[in-house]
């Protein structure tokens, strides 16, 4: 008898089970998304139980725009401190496709964008915040550069545009929170673009800036180059925030495959820059060595001109020279008396005639001399750019390899990129199965208590047939 009157209900290990998963996936601050005209609003979850309460909870109504800069600057710590994390972890360069840095460039810009000014154009009202960074250029003159090159980047046709790239150079600059202090300590500026009540002029925005310091330690590369920058949309992804306990594991190690193949490409594409950048020096040095080739094939040319023209003049000299003294012979008396006076000039013309002579054959020497070292300087040129070229071949074979395997690193990321999609669809339709099975525990347990009601009521209707027959 006692085994079947009724108990107190407790709770099953299902309902515990739900009650912990529940507990686990909340999100880190507290969150829930609602729209509030054209502002993104995150409302905070105060009025979410996971235990049974029978009186619900009355409390003081907020103010919504103190719960927008509360949840903004929650949303900033989560961001900031994610993308700090990720990076050391990856232990590289990021890049613009990187996912935790879009995600907080697109955290900063709802940031900057709380509380503004409506200015109305001839185009209608226009909120941007590139107004309040171009003060930055006034406050600070070190930033002068990015605004600068932010208003030459071709592709920015809106004020939007140019605020999205100026944070994307500041933070390259790792001077971003240096720039946002600064434009923060004079409210007085900032209550031209912003709101009294806006994110900017409140605490919140200066626990931000003083949060972007962390960002220091990260390096990124990010090329703003052929990138829309007017027309993205800004939208927070909050499944990157979320405690997702039930498949993470499972997809930990094709995320680790698929970073490990990443990094391959990116150093393949690397490489394969830098022996880009060797060939084309490598060329540069070969048309520069066939140049000077031909330059020095030019000067042999002359030089042998000149020397033919040397060994003619040498020539006539000697035949002039003697000529000469043919002539002082047959000119001599026959008594052996010889004029004093024509004999001097003639010995002073001949020492001359020699003189020259022997200048002649030394310039002759010389230019002998230089013709074989630029016929020796020639044969080293010729050997150098028959080396030249061979590793120019080899190189330019190495290019394509590598560029073969870039290929193949690209497929292979593609085959990884579909087996973790069907990973991703078996996992989904393991949890409608779980889910099922749930449901099917649920309708058992049903019909357990509604077995355990009728044998209590077979046995009471034993008990009083026994009492009738006694």
């Not at 594991?249 to 698929?258: H, M, R």
């Not at 990094?263 to 000077?292: F, W």
């Not at 004999?343 to 022997?358: I, P």
């Not at 991703?424 to 949890?431: C, F, V």
Request: aromatic share 4%.
């Amino acid at each position: 008898m006692s085994d079947l009157t009724p108990q107190s209900e407790a709770p099953t290990p299902t309902t515990d089970k739900i009650t912990q998963a529940a507990r686990e996936t909340i999100y880190l601050c507290n969150f829930r998304v609602s729209v509030d005209g054209e502002w993104l609003c995150l409302r905070e979850l105060n009025d979410i139980s996971l235990t049974p309460d029978p009186e619900p909870a009355h409390e003081d109504p907020k103010d919504p725009i103190a719960i927008e800069r509360l949840n903004l600057m929650n949303m900033a710590k989560l961001s900031i401190k994610g993308l700090i994390e990720s990076a050391l972890n990856l232990g590289r360069t990021l890049d613009s496709d990187y996912a935790p840095l879009q995600q907080f460039f697109v955290v900063m810009e709802h940031c900057l964008k709380h509380g503004l000014k409506s200015k109305k154009t001839f185009l209608g009202q226009n909120k941007s915040f590139w107004g309040p960074l171009e003060l930055v250029e006034k406050l600070t003159p070190e930033a002068g550069e990015i605004t600068a090159s932010v208003k030459e980047l071709p592709g920015l046709k809106t004020p939007l545009g140019r605020g999205r790239a100026w944070l994307r150079l500041a933070l390259m600059q790792k001077k971003l929170s240096d720039y946002m202090k600064t434009i923060i300590n004079r409210k007085d500026l900032l209550s031209e673009f912003y709101e009294a009540n806006a994110l900017m002029m409140e605490e919140e925005g200066a626990v931000i800036a003083g949060l972007l310091v962390g960002l220091n330690v990260i390096d990124a590369n990010l090329c703003m180059k052929g990138e829309d920058l007017d027309s993205q949309v800004g939208v927070i992804d909050f499944s990157m925030y979320l405690k997702d306990g039930g498949h993470s594991s499972k997809s930990a190690e094709g995320d680790g495959q698929i970073t490990a193949i990443l990094d391959q490409k990116n150093y393949v594409e690397e490489l394969n820059r830098h022996l880009s950048a060797s060939v084309n020096n490598l060329q540069a040095k070969v048309d520069a060595l066939e140049r000077s080739n031909s330059k020095l094939t030019e000067e042999l040319a002359v030089a042998n001109n000149r020397i033919i023209t040397l060994q003619e003049d040498l020539e006539l000299v000697k035949e002039e020279s003697s000529h000469m003294l043919e002539s002082n012979r047959k000119a001599s008396k026959p008594d052996d008396v010889v004029d004093g006076q024509v004999l001097g000039e003639a010995r002073k013309q001949l020492k001359e005639e020699t003189q020259l002579r022997l200048d002649v054959e030394r310039e002759l020497e010389l230019q002998i001399g230089m013709k074989q070292e630029m016929e020796l300087s020639m044969k080293m040129l010729e050997k150098d750019i028959c080396e030249k070229q061979d590793a120019l071949v080899e190189l330019r074979q190495q290019l394509d390899d590598l560029r073969t395997l870039n290929h193949e690193l690209s497929h292979k990321s593609q085959g990884t990129e579909v087996a973790v999609k069907q990973k991703s669809e078996i996992i989904s339709r393991l949890e409608d199965k779980a889910n099922q099975m749930a449901a099917t525990i649920k309708q058992l347990e049903q019909r357990e208590k509604d077995l355990v009601k009728q044998a209590r009521n077979l046995n009471s209707a034993a008990e009083k047939l026994l009492q009738s027959q006694d």
